[in-house]
């Protein structure tokens, strides 16, 4: 036991050490200085949004921040939170930039630019999954999930029932045609993977959903060539042949019938220069300034 004492002592004195470190551990490093500490509201938005222009999505969204923070009920903050909003979207900020949409919304839903905070939160979850195209060249969608797709496209038609003036209507419109196409691609294409691995009962299944759940879209073509071999696959002539049938009426010229090369260019016939408004794909601002509502 004796010869523990020495390593007692070492440890109470370390022990000490620490304490004293702790308690004078505020004057070891550098006091923080936020540099805004004395600006006014219009300093630090012309700031926020000279950052955002040049693509410094990180400072913009720490100064609008600050700003909505600071002066709350000034007419700057209305317009960090849709700023804010765009600048965490450009930075990959999903999150955030959906979650700034819906408090704009909530807390301003009678302002003049709300549809703008509708049409980003759009586009946010409509650019969020990088692989969105994918879905069109037939990938093993069975890992992917539609609900990125879903989300923008509830939000784009909730823009075109409550603002059928707005400047981003005919984008948007656009957009949910693309997105109720490649939803309806994804359902389909879930049908494939099932007929693949011999679950011909739920490719069935699957596939009649998708006829039901999209119709009239590009997709219904594929739908019912897995329809009607699935069918044939369980034995069920009848109901093969009927799809059959409707398959060689609605597409006459059919490359399940024919054995032609698909065309998948349906895809991109929103990218039409003239069919674009607001902030596109590119992440473009709108040609006229919207941050200058109060001008």
Same mark, same amino acid.
Not at 41 to 47: L, N
Not at 55 to 61: F, L, P
Not at 79 to 107: G, K, M, P, V, Y
């Given at each position: 036991?004796?010869?523990?004492?020495?390593?007692?002592?070492?440890?109470?004195?370390?022990? +000490?050490?620490?304490?004293?470190?702790?308690?004078?551990?505020?004057?070891?490093?550098?006091? +923080?200085?936020?540099?805004?500490?004395?600006?006014?509201?219009?300093?630090?938005?012309?700031?926020?949004?000279?950052?955002?222009?040049?693509?410094?999505?990180?400072?913009?969204?720490?100064?609008?921040?600050?700003?909505?923070?600071?002066?709350?009920?000034?007419?700057?903050?209305?317009?960090?939170?849709?700023? %804010?909003?765009?600048?965490?979207?450009?930075?990959?900020?999903?999150?955030?930039?959906?979650?700034?949409?819906?408090?704009?919304?909530?807390?301003?839903?009678?302002?003049?630019?709300?549809?703008?905070?509708?049409?980003?939160?759009?586009?946010?979850?409509?650019?969020?999954?990088?692989?969105?195209?994918?879905?069109?060249?037939?990938?093993?969608?069975?890992?992917?999930?539609?609900?990125? !797709?879903?989300?923008?496209?509830?939000?784009?038609?909730?823009?075109?029932?409550?603002?059928?003036?707005?400047?981003?209507?005919?984008?948007?419109?656009?957009?949910?045609?693309?997105?109720?196409?490649?939803?309806?691609?994804?359902? +389909?294409?879930?049908?494939?993977?099932?007929?693949?691995?011999?679950?011909?009962?739920?490719?069935?299944?699957?596939?009649?959903?998708?006829? @039901?759940?999209?119709?009239?879209?590009?997709?219904?073509?594929?739908?019912?060539? @897995?329809?009607?071999? %699935?069918?044939?696959?369980?034995? !069920?002539?009848?109901?093969?042949?009927?799809?059959?049938? @409707?398959?060689?009426?609605?597409?006459?010229?059919?490359?399940?019938?024919?054995?032609?090369?698909?065309?998948?260019?349906?895809?991109?016939?929103?990218?039409?220069?003239?069919?674009?408004?607001? +902030?596109?794909?590119?992440?473009?601002?709108?040609?006229?300034?919207?941050?200058?509502?109060?001008?």
């Amino acid at each position: 036991m004796q010869r523990l004492f020495p390593y007692a002592r070492i440890g109470r004195a370390l022990f +000490v050490a620490l304490v004293v470190l702790a308690l004078g551990g505020c004057g070891l490093f550098p006091e +923080v200085k936020d540099e805004t500490a004395n600006w006014s509201a219009d300093r630090i938005y012309q700031t926020a949004h000279e950052a955002m222009l040049q693509g410094n999505y990180t400072r913009a969204t720490k100064l609008f921040d600050q700003l909505e923070a600071r002066f709350p009920y000034g007419r700057y903050a209305q317009q960090a939170i849709l700023e %804010s909003a765009f600048a965490n979207w450009r930075a990959n900020e999903q999150a955030a930039a959906i979650a700034a949409c819906d408090r704009f919304i909530r807390t301003y839903p009678n302002h003049p630019n709300v549809d703008y905070a509708y049409y980003l939160k759009g586009l946010v979850h409509f650019r969020e999954d990088q692989g969105l195209i994918g879905y069109v060249y037939e990938l093993d969608l069975s890992e992917r999930d539609p609900k990125e !797709m879903r989300s923008s496209f509830a939000a784009f038609k909730e823009l075109t029932a409550k603002f059928p003036e707005s400047q981003y209507y005919q984008d948007s419109i656009a957009r949910m045609r693309y997105l109720n196409n490649a939803m309806a691609t994804y359902e +389909v294409n879930v049908a494939s993977y099932y007929y693949k691995r011999g679950a011909y009962i739920a490719s069935a299944n699957r596939a009649q959903q998708s006829l @039901i759940d999209f119709p009239q879209t590009p997709a219904n073509e594929k739908a019912l060539d @897995i329809l009607r071999a %699935s069918y044939t696959k369980l034995g !069920m002539t009848q109901l093969a042949g009927d799809s059959q049938a @409707i398959l060689a009426k609605t597409y006459p010229d059919s490359r399940y019938l024919t054995g032609a090369q698909p065309d998948r260019s349906w895809w991109k016939f929103w990218q039409k220069e003239e069919e674009q408004y607001g +902030v596109q794909a590119t992440g473009q601002l709108a040609a006229k300034p919207w941050w200058k509502f109060w001008d």
